[in-house]
């Protein structure tokens, strides 16, 4: 079956405006991940959510991004007045279940400019 | 700061010979898992080793676990230049069983 996406591939904006960034996970993953990585760098961890809900907002780098999921499947993650140390590739995983056991399962990841 | 880091943050080698990363992290793990990114871009899992296993092997790649170092080592038998990666170890902290930390990765080059 088809594989974790996420869209758009890259995305250039302006500093101050928003973006949302999607994410279609495998079907039938309930666990979705999304994960930060900028230049030359780890992974950072944002957020997951189990289902629809999202318990440990604590990896939000700040109160502009927000992310949502629905129906259990497509989330997307939103950054409100960007900026240009937002930028990064912001890539998303899903897994079967909740679980550090879990193989997670990458998308290609959005890489995002902002100027 | 991170909990896993690999070590070498670069390593170059020909095709055929072995390459081994390793990875430490600080607090004590359920499980650690090895991946690996080619362009920068999605990330696919190689391996899954549990705290209560020392060894395990998959095709060309042979991954140690040592806790009382707290240490794991990635060992490619044989590379070819399509091994040309970007490998990285994810560990959960012993108090979480869902969130994964990555290391900044090494990046493998293997010449043709």
């Known amino acids: 079956g088809a594989g974790v996406s996420q869209s758009p591939s890259n995305k250039v904006t302006e500093k101050g405006k928003d973006v949302e960034l999607r994410c279609d996970p495998i079907?039938?993953?309930?666990?979705l991940y999304w994960y930060r990585q900028s230049l030359g760098q780890g992974l950072e961890f944002l957020i997951y959510f189990q289902g629809n809900s999202a318990p440990d907002k604590s990896g939000l780098p700040s109160d502009r991004f927000s992310a949502e999921r629905t129906g259990g499947s497509v989330s997307t993650l939103t950054i409100q007045r960007t900026q240009q140390e937002d930028s990064a590739v912001y890539l998303c995983?899903?897994?079967?279940?909740?679980?550090?056991?879990?193989?997670?399962?990458f998308g290609p990841g959005t890489r995002l400019l902002v100027l | 700061s991170q909990q896993g880091e690999e070590d070498p943050q670069a390593l170059s080698i020909q095709e055929g010979e072995n390459a081994t990363m390793n990875c430490s992290y600080k607090?004590?793990?359920?499980?650690l898992q090895w991946y690996r990114q080619n362009s920068g871009r999605g990330l696919v899992h190689l391996i899954l080793?549990?705290?209560?296993?020392r060894e395990k092997h998959s095709g060309r790649l042979r991954v140690t676990l040592d806790t009382s170092k707290k240490s794991s080592s990635l060992l490619i038998t044989a590379s070819r230049a399509a091994d040309t990666a970007s490998y990285f170890c994810a560990t959960d902290a012993g108090d979480s069983n869902y969130k994964l930390t990555f290391g900044k990765g090494t990046l493998l080059t293997v010449n043709p």
């Open positions: 080793i549990r705290s209560n296993e």
């Open positions: 079907s039938g993953h309930t666990a």
């Open positions: 995983a899903s897994s079967l279940v909740l679980g550090s056991r879990e193989t997670q399962y």
């Open positions: 607090t004590s793990i359920n499980n």
